[in-house]
């Protein structure tokens, strides 16, 4: 059984249809990348799965469990899934360690103590203990990331969701947050990562989805779609984002 299992995900915004029918299975242990031109739905995609946004119609299952509608508890669900945003929305009046832990005493009903332990494990995880009692404009944007990466993994989610988590950094920052995603991909933690970046997809994922026109066109390696896929718009994406700076 898969642990995350879409079928026939639509999303429109008024007449506009976002998402036109999506298919993707995440099972356990994956780390899958999803791609694809500007506008064509990856972060809506990402925002129906933790109920950001809600779908129009179409099925999403979490653990065999159907999630849309409005019978499921979104607090709950969203504790078994985790999400690191682009902006990295951390709270700016909180603390590193406050940002961590916040979620934890909130949702969880830890005690400050408990919370406090939880969260420096991942700061420590993460390499940002010495930053714990900095706040956001204190720290620079890869520390920023590593501190939303801390918060999701804190709560000890089945899946991250990560929604370009290098779009906001420069190259070097970049490369930062990818060795954090290639570390927690040693570690088994689940992912579906959407990126415009082909260097961290190729160095996080075996396979990416590509998603275009509100639909999953292709999945398979990198060296297939840019190489070997019969549809040459799957084709000239992938060398043409191999060939950017």
Same mark, same amino acid.
């Given at each position: 059984?898969?642990?995350? %299992?879409?079928?026939?995900?639509?999303?429109? @915004?008024?007449?506009?249809?976002?998402?036109?029918?999506?298919?993707?299975?995440?099972?356990?242990?994956?780390?899958?990348?999803?791609?694809?031109?500007?506008?064509?739905?990856?972060?809506?995609?990402?925002?129906?799965?933790?109920?950001?946004?809600?779908?129009?119609?179409?099925?999403?299952? @979490?653990?065999?469990?159907?999630?849309?509608?409005?019978?499921?508890?979104?607090?709950?669900?969203?504790?078994?899934?985790?999400?690191?945003?682009?902006?990295?929305?951390? $709270?700016?009046?909180?603390?590193?360690?406050?940002?961590?832990?916040?979620?934890?005493?909130?949702?969880?009903?830890?005690?400050?103590?408990?919370?406090?332990?939880?969260?420096?494990?991942?700061?420590?995880?993460?390499?940002?203990?010495?930053?714990?009692?900095? $706040?956001?404009?204190?720290?620079?944007?890869?520390?920023?990331?590593?501190?939303?990466?801390?918060?999701?993994?804190?709560?000890?989610?089945?899946?991250?969701? @990560?929604?370009?988590?290098?779009?906001?950094?420069?190259?070097?920052?970049?490369?930062?947050?990818?060795?954090?995603?290639?570390?927690?991909?040693?570690?088994?933690?689940?992912?579906?990562?959407?990126?415009?970046?082909?260097?961290?997809?190729?160095?996080?994922?075996?396979?990416?989805? @590509?998603?275009?026109?509100?639909?999953?066109?292709?999945?398979?390696?990198?060296?297939?779609?840019?190489?070997?896929? %019969?549809?040459?718009?799957?084709?000239?994406?992938?060398?043409?984002?191999?060939?950017?700076?």
């Amino acid at each position: 059984m898969a642990l995350i %299992e879409l079928q026939d995900v639509v999303k429109r @915004f008024d007449e506009r249809a976002v998402l036109g029918g999506v298919n993707l299975a995440v099972n356990e242990g994956d780390v899958k990348v999803v791609m694809g031109p500007s506008g064509c739905g990856k972060s809506t995609l990402l925002r129906c799965i933790n109920r950001l946004v809600e779908p129009t119609s179409g099925s999403i299952r @979490f653990r065999g469990q159907e999630i849309t509608g409005p019978g499921v508890d979104v607090r709950t669900l969203r504790q078994g899934i985790g999400f690191v945003f682009q902006q990295f929305a951390l $709270y700016r009046h909180l603390s590193v360690l406050d940002n961590v832990t916040l979620a934890l005493r909130k949702l969880r009903g830890m005690s400050r103590v408990e919370a406090e332990a939880r969260a420096m494990h991942e700061l420590n995880r993460l390499g940002l203990s010495a930053q714990r009692d900095r $706040y956001p404009s204190q720290i620079s944007g890869g520390q920023k990331q590593r501190a939303a990466i801390a918060r999701a993994l804190a709560m000890d989610p089945a899946v991250v969701l @990560f929604d370009e988590p290098t779009s906001a950094l420069d190259p070097l920052m970049s490369r930062e947050v990818a060795s954090v995603i290639q570390m927690l991909h040693r570690d088994k933690v689940t992912m579906l990562c959407v990126t415009h970046d082909l260097n961290l997809a190729s160095e996080i994922a075996e396979r990416v989805v @590509f998603l275009d026109q509100g639909v999953v066109r292709a999945e398979d390696t990198i060296e297939q779609l840019s190489r070997h896929h %019969e549809d040459a718009r799957v084709r000239d994406f992938f060398r043409r984002e191999g060939a950017a700076p």
